[in-house]
């Protein structure tokens, strides 16, 4: 990372091709869907540009989800103005290669397919904080660095996502409830 700061191309090559993965994971889970790869694209080219920025205070990785996740919110506000598309989120269709009974495949993407969708109807704080604590597997530290809140935020959110999203699912086991 010093060494990118300091100009070297070739070090922040490296980082590119160290983080272009989780940064893409993030975008695609945060709802960039087909944008995914253009939001990592301009986050990578922001994260360049403001390297002289970058504090070291939580690590690359934190600092650069937060890039995406922003090049992800700015994505949604232009999609809304633009024409109002909903978010879509990324959900695995592959079945595992090892998967023995292609019953429990299908299970398995519909238990996926149901999350999600509970998922896209929570509030984009509590997307943004399960996604980032669950799906990317960040720590607190790391969700409080990539959504810019404090860590007691990340926690408070947390669990307030969560009883919302198993409130979903309940409430869509009992039809009427």
Same mark, same amino acid.
């Given at each position: 990372?010093?060494?990118?700061?300091?100009?070297?191309?070739?070090?922040?090559?490296?980082? %590119?091709?160290?983080?272009?993965?989780p940064a893409h994971r993030?975008?695609?889970?945060?709802?960039?869907?087909?944008? *995914?790869?253009?939001? %990592? !694209?301009?986050?990578?080219?922001? $994260?360049?540009?403001?390297?002289?920025?970058?504090?070291?205070?939580?690590?690359?990785?934190?600092?650069?989800? $937060?890039?995406?996740?922003?090049?992800? +919110?700015?994505?949604?506000?232009?999609?809304?103005?633009?024409?109002?598309?909903?978010? &879509?989120?990324?959900?695995?269709?592959?079945p595992l290669p090892d998967?023995?009974?292609?019953?429990?495949?299908?299970?398995?993407h519909e238990r996926r !397919?149901?999350?999600?969708?509970?998922? =896209? @109807?929570?509030?984009?704080?509590? +997307?943004?904080?399960?996604?980032? &604590?669950? @799906?990317?597997?960040?720590?607190? !530290?790391?969700? *409080?660095?990539?959504?810019?809140?404090?860590?007691?935020?990340?926690?408070?959110?947390? $669990?307030?996502?969560?009883? +919302?999203? =198993?409130? !979903?699912?309940? *409430?869509?086991?009992?039809?009427?409830?």
């Amino acid at each position: 990372m010093s060494r990118a700061r300091q100009g070297d191309r070739e070090a922040y090559e490296t980082l %590119v091709a160290r983080y272009t993965v989780p940064a893409h994971r993030a975008a695609v889970l945060l709802g960039a869907g087909d944008d *995914a790869d253009d939001v %990592v !694209q301009e986050a990578l080219v922001k $994260a360049y540009r403001q390297l002289s920025r970058y504090r070291g205070e939580s690590g690359f990785r934190p600092w650069l989800l $937060a890039i995406v996740a922003n090049e992800t +919110r700015n994505l949604h506000r232009s999609r809304r103005r633009r024409d109002g598309l909903a978010l &879509r989120a990324a959900v695995a269709t592959e079945p595992l290669p090892d998967e023995p009974d292609p019953a429990d495949t299908v299970m398995a993407h519909e238990r996926r !397919q149901r999350l999600v969708d509970q998922l =896209r @109807l929570l509030g984009e704080r509590d +997307r943004d904080v399960l996604v980032c &604590r669950f @799906l990317l597997d960040l720590s607190e !530290q790391e969700t *409080a660095a990539a959504l810019g809140v404090p860590k007691g935020t990340v926690k408070s959110r947390t $669990a307030r996502a969560l009883a +919302r999203l =198993r409130e !979903q699912l309940r *409430a869509e086991e009992v039809p009427g409830v």
